[in-house]
């Protein structure tokens, strides 16, 4: 089992725990079925997202049945968190940091192997980092987590690049994963402490 | 034609009527156009989504046309029985109904027949089942159906499991069927009768 | 490089400056990133979804990065353009036609050329050109733009359909081409001058 196996399997355990909790986060209700069903689609929609379209099949979960179980634990530890989720509000942001960082990296990575250029490998990684949360987000009636301010989808951006360079720089592989990784989550962070974003679109200069 | 066809037809038809339905049970208005657009992926979303995550292709509407005409023939039914519905709302609901447990075995069934595991099996029957209202429902901005409260979901992979445990048992496979598309119609019907839901999730034991 | 690229490219750009101008039009912040997020989808959704439904890879922006570099431009060019379009509400139904147009009919000989039947072409026409707009929508929280008022994909299918009976006489290729997407551009800006409409699914006649 090799280092990008157990990565795949860290974030998809804390992206079932982050959708599922999104549930409470949010003030929905919704029964355990429904909020596993959410917690499932978080953890395999941006990765199977990834592999329908680089047609990369069989899709990781569907290969792989062991995701399954981990997701189920994840939802599992997310219903036993909860009482304690509702007072560090932080937590939930945590896992989901962690998650969109591991899934970037993991699925830019993919994307190279399989020979794809750059341009595809840094789309592919951000969406398999952000479009569970988008799936999420949609079928919650949320907007979306990547227009809402802080910076989200671009710290997966920058990252994969990070990945790109680090790897043209013929670095050696557990070191460029680990630094690309660090480095989304850090911007990540600090956006979410210093509430920083980026420029709104279409305001005339004039007008800032 | 074997009865999986038959039976994919009739889950089809149903399905579009469904979808169709959906628009005037829900108070919105739609012209005709997109009435038999939200009918055409109401009917075609679930089985899609499931053949393009297990890469079968072709996708079973794209290989055989009969189905288009088929949605077609749902959609103009739906269009005569109309003014009837506003009356009888419970046609929906059984259309519905009708279209969920027909289209979960099918879907689990080919899964199995494809040579996936058991626990793909049970997704993806569950996910041609749902994930067509799921679309349905996106497009008209309505919270999805499988996030209200009754038991709906969970009810078809209920019924996908029974189909595999029967399955295994090795059950003549006509009845295997049969067995389980009707358990899952009647814990669908038996949810709405009394009202059934399961427990919230992550809702503090002493809360309850 | 034929003359279906071109007019690919012409399509993406110009849908890549719709989907970030939709940003502005519809009154909500986005930062750049949003905005460029959405001009991308916007973009690539509707043909990655027909290439993905037809299990045709790898898909068109996958292979040809170009494609990318285009939108990028697309979105650049909506950027300047913004203060514009505030005043010139029409530019961006203009480019959205424009794109609808071009898309149907790429999609639609896309679909025929790979042996597809008629019938799954007019529908991947379709697809091509609405779907993009759709997944813009949904992602920002919209009404989907073809179930709102004005006749929209059914242009789209109208012009496929005309393709298609052109295609059949065995008219010259790029008169065929030429001649559907100028009729789809005509029934669409007549429908947006004129407020035509479809009529309403499941009004009871003695209703009108």
């Avoid at 670095?171 to 460029?176: A, G, K």
Wanted: with cysteine; glycine share 10%.
């Amino acid at each position: 089992m090799n280092i990008q196996s157990v990565l795949e399997l860290i974030g998809t355990f804390v992206f079932a725990m982050s959708g599922a909790l999104a549930v409470g986060e949010k003030g929905q209700e919704h029964d355990w079925f429904g909020a596993s069903f959410i917690g499932f689609v978080t953890a395999i929609g941006g990765g199977s997202l990834r592999d329908v379209l680089l047609g990369s099949y069989p899709l990781v979960w569907v290969q792989d049945v062991r995701l399954l179980y981990i997701i189920l634990a994840g939802i599992v530890c997310a219903g036993l968190f909860y009482p304690f989720v509702i007072k560090l509000r932080r937590t939930f942001q945590l896992f989901d940091t962690l998650g969109i960082a591991l899934f970037t990296i993991v699925g830019t990575e993919k994307a190279i192997r399989l020979g794809f250029s750059a341009e595809v490998a840094v789309i592919m990684g951000m969406f398999s980092a952000v479009m569970g949360g988008v799936l999420r987000d949609m079928l919650t009636n949320e907007i979306p987590v990547l227009f809402r301010k802080e910076i989200y989808a671009s710290a997966c951006m920058a990252g994969a690049i990070l990945y790109l360079v680090l790897y043209d720089l013929g670095l050696e592989r557990n070191t460029t994963f680990l630094a690309s990784v660090i480095f989304i989550i850090v911007i990540r962070l600090l956006a979410l402490k210093y509430n920083l974003s980026l420029p709104k679109f279409g305001r005339h200069p004039k007008q800032l």
